[in-house]
């Protein structure tokens, strides 16, 4: 039997830009929301979006009013993307140990270490993600791809001008997160050794 729920309820979507690869309230930290970004999603009902703001601002929040189209394009780009890359790196991975029939795995240095980390995430969310805003994940898929094939271009033409430079633009993404506080500059992203 179908449970319909109260129709005197607001429903005021929030999107906390925080936590990590493994969910459940074990989890959960007292600092998780501190100083992390808070979407709350455009609505008419002023009174309860004020509310809602008051809510995760006392939690530490930083929050910010969006419209759910230019939510749902930035974060293609900021977290689903990056979510399928991780996805496709491992199973390239896999892929290449099986063809080599060799155990590569435990040569697993940062990179494919801290992408194994968010590929390690709920499948069932990150295929209702990739599915609910398919729009916006082919869109910047094909970006991807075709920043991709200017990357095989560069190496396989040995274009050292065109690739430095590629390079070196993109390393500025970096100081701009640490900028922003988004994280620290700490060596191995702050991390303890395991």
Not at 42 to 61: A, E, H, P, V, Y
Not at 73 to 88: E, R
Not at 181 to 188: G, V
Request: glycine share 4%.
């Amino acid at each position: 039997k179908n449970k319909k729920l109260n129709k005197s309820l607001t429903w005021i979507l929030s999107h906390p830009i925080s936590g990590s690869e493994v969910s459940g309230p074990q989890f959960g930290t007292k600092n998780l929301f501190l100083n992390k970004w808070c979407i709350l999603i455009k609505d008419k009902n002023k009174i309860k979006l004020k509310k809602i703001s008051r809510f995760w601002k006392r939690l530490g929040s930083k929050v910010i009013i969006m419209d759910p189209k230019n939510h749902d394009k930035i974060f293609a780009l900021t977290s689903h993307l990056p979510h399928l890359i991780a996805y496709n790196l491992i199973k390239t991975a896999q892929d290449f140990q099986k063809k080599q029939k060799k155990s590569i795995i435990k040569f697993s240095a940062g990179g494919l270490r801290d992408f194994s980390r968010t590929a390690a995430s709920n499948e069932i969310m990150w295929r209702d993600i990739f599915f609910n805003n398919k729009k916006n994940m082919i869109s910047t898929i094909n970006m991807f791809i075709k920043n991709l094939k200017v990357f095989k271009k560069n190496i396989n033409n040995l274009n050292n001008k065109d690739l430095i430079r590629i390079l070196i633009n993109s390393k500025k993404v970096r100081k701009q997160i640490i900028h922003l506080k988004q994280d620290i500059s700490k060596p191995d992203f702050g991390r303890e050794e395991v």
